[in-house]
T-cell receptor, first 113, second 116 residues
Framework: SQQGEEDPQALSIQEGENATMNCSYKTSINNLQWYRQNSGRGLVHLILIRSNEREKHSGRLRVTLDTSKKSSSLLITASRAADTASYFCATASPQGGSEKLVFGKGTKLTVNP | GAVVSQHPSWVICKSGTSVKIECRSLDFQATTMFWYRQFPKQSLMLMATSNEGSKATYEQGVEKDKFLINHASLTLSTLTVTSAHPEDSSFYIC????????????FGPGTRLTVT
């Protein structure tokens, strides 16, 4: 069953603006990961946040995790046209073993030049 | 480092034929590999977990006799779609987990299968 649910499903912004994507999940997790996928291509791992962490940064990316609300957000600051892609959250939960990832439906981000 | 390749990148086959897709970890050893399926504009759905030297574990609803998985070495897993039908047309993506124990999975570039 689908674990993560992202919103919005689609987001269109101008270059230089920030983009925020949210992910909600249903069960307890070991960690939550964010991936990027360009159209018709494989996935690129962006960032992993463990269940005992609340915030993590990597370059222009900032991820937060609220386990009490079972939600996470991905913020991309100062967006660029090259950030145009689909973004997925994925949870690794104890029930499925720590390795099995369950992906959300994704947010399609378009950054207009 | 941590590169996963898939071959072929795309394939077109006729209904009733079988297609084999390879997933290789190029610079690390992977005791566990995963196979996902992705329909257009949808998310990835885990099909099965492939363990080196043992039988694959299939997710509910995935036919193990139709999607044969072989993980014969620490760097190679194969997915064979047997007696393919048009509804099997999809994007198949594999991932590999580095056996050194990090949580991270490294994803292949995917294989686009079209069954005519």
């Amino acid at each position: 069953s689908q674990q993560g649910e992202e919103d919005p499903q689609a987001l269109s912004i101008q270059e230089g603006e920030n983009a925020t994507m949210n992910c909600s999940y249903k069960t307890s997790i070991n960690n939550l990961q964010w991936y990027r996928q360009n159209s018709g291509r494989g996935l690129v791992h962006l960032i992993l946040i463990r269940s005992n962490e609340r915030e993590k940064h990597s370059g222009r990316l900032r991820v937060t995790l609220d386990t009490s609300k079972k939600s996470s957000s991905l913020l991309i600051t100062a967006s660029r046209a090259a950030d145009t892609a689909s973004y997925f959250c994925a949870t690794a939960s104890p029930q499925g073993g720590s390795e099995k990832l369950v992906f959300g439906k994704g947010t399609k981000l378009t950054v207009n030049p | 480092g941590a590169v996963v390749s898939q071959h072929p990148s795309w394939v077109i086959c006729k209904s009733g034929t079988s297609v084999k897709i390879e997933c290789r970890s190029l610079d690390f050893q992977a005791t566990t590999m995963f196979w996902y399926r992705q329909f257009p504009k949808q998310s990835l759905m885990l099909m099965a977990t492939s363990n080196e030297g043992s039988k694959a574990t299939y997710e509910q609803g995935v036919e193990k006799d139709k999607f044969l998985i072989n993980h014969a070495s620490l760097t190679l897993s194969t997915l064979t779609v047997t007696s393919a039908h048009p509804e099997d047309s999809s994007f198949y993506i594999c991932s590999a987990r580095d056996q050194r124990g990090t949580y991270e999975q490294y994803f292949g570039p995917g294989t686009r299968l079209t069954v005519t």
